[in-house]
């Protein structure tokens, strides 16, 4: 047997890449393996792993579940089962490097001679103290912690519904058709080890781990949307990047149909947070802030016009970063108006300022304290007031708004259009890990609850379960029925 089109694949990923190869059974993924493969990947540009078959001596895991296990650390680029003998394949690819472990130093090492011939290096090394697991790093990335999920049964009570009814709810969400606009923004997470304070200045001094790409903004949205089953049309603004064919790839291989228009005046907008011992030491923006032209703007509104007529329901999820001009929400909106198409809108003032009032004649809007404060230009009257002043201001049938650990007021709409009806739900999630993609799940799964006939009261409940699930792991990943009805048919509720 050989590994030909391994070869292959490698030779032209890497190209100019000087290449680094490590070799071995890799039974259990151990803190040594994880010092080695980091230094491994600081000797060069692209590390390979070949990971020893069946037969290899010493071998006593399924060669498929330790090849699986290399996969998920992220400073390996390739790897693979190795089929032929390693020095074969070795003279074949030629990498710039070969590591060993420190152990191998003082061994007979047949790999020795044809690196020499071609002029490539064998180092022995055993990396430097860091991660004492990769699972530490997967778990606090991708699972979620059940049971920091306390749910509130007294709401059920008052409104009148089961557990039962969320899951029928959450069934038939895959039959919608959603339209999500807004930024494409795409957040970085970097892993640091923390090395201690600078002798010269009072500075904390880390080394990046390990680092991690999501599709944040409105891509999460849409994200979540086609997570939970539905149809989804993405229509955003981004750079000419590397980042921008990032989120191109990701979201199309997620199943989102992606409407991206190319500005070459701004950078896609990539956050990166600087992470150490599950906390976030710094956060850093690279964006642009001003409005997209009247060109890219007339572009925008014919496609949506192609494809927003057959849509169940229109998200916009506006981090005011330019791409909804208020010239394209007002042909957006006036065109759902009269075709009766359901709209939702969320409006983000962290960093920035914005106008959620903007968005008029939603279905929901779910603003946090201060995005409605800003909205109306109050900021002394009580939360009850505030959420009716908005919702006149601009015409919204029901409105969240979110106050954090605290939870969510919901303002809505009575049998009669002229009573209005207030409630409070809790926080669900007691131990939040990252709350930094709380909104959008709530946003996302509220809507979509809305958009199949539940009413506000039950689908404010499923977006909270949503927002809890969201922020107890770090980074956003896309929601899923089974998140959702895993939580549902759980056992943590608050009599």
Known sequence: MNNNSELEQIKKRSKTK???????????????????????????DYLVVGVLGNNSPGSFVDEKLRLESIQAIAWVDYSFILCQHTV?????????FVVKGKEHEERENPEKDILKQYGGKLIFGSGETSFSSIDLMNTEWKELSVSSIKKPVDYMKRHDFSFQELLEITDKMRNLKVCVLGDTIIDEYITCDALGMSQEDPTIVVTPVAYEKFVGGAGIVALHAKGLGADVHFFSTVGKDEIADYARARMTSLGVHTHLFQDESRPTTL???????????????????HAISAEIRERFWQEVLDVIEGMDLIIFS??????????????????????????????????????????????????????????????????????????????????MITLDEEGVLIHAEG??????????????????????????SCLTCTSMAMAVGANIWKSSYLGSLAAACQIGRIGNIPLSPKDLKMEINGMNVIR
């Not at 039974?27 to 010092?35: A, F, S, T, V, W």
Request: aromatic letters at 8%; one cysteine or more.
């Open 415 to 440: 049998k009669q259009k002229s009573d209005w009806l207030t409630d409070r739900l809790p926080a669900f999630n007691i131990a939040p890990k990252d709350v930094s993609g709380a909104g959008d």
């Open 318 to 399: 506006d981090f005011n970063y330019g791409c909804l001009h208020q010239a394209l929400v007002d042909q957006i909106t006036s065109f759902c108006l009269e075709k009766g198409i359901m709209m939702v809108a969320d409006s983000q003032s962290s960093s920035q300022v914005g106008d959620v009032s903007r968005f008029r004649g939603m279905t929901l809007v779910t603003p946090t304290e201060r995005e409605a404060r800003l909205a109306v230009h109050d900021f002394e009257s009580g939360l009850v007031i505030l959420a009716e002043k908005l919702r006149k201001k601009a015409c919204i049938s029901n409105v």
């Open 88 to 96: 074969s394949f070795i003279e074949k690819l030629k990498p710039a």
């Open 18 to 44: 000087r290449v680094v190869f490590v070799y071995g059974n890799f039974n259990i993924i151990h803190p040594g393996h994880l010092r080695l493969l980091r230094f491994a990947k600081e000797c060069g």
């Open 271 to 289: 956050k990166q947070r600087f992470r150490a011992r599950q906390k976030t030491l710094l956060r850093v923006s690279h964006l642009r802030q």
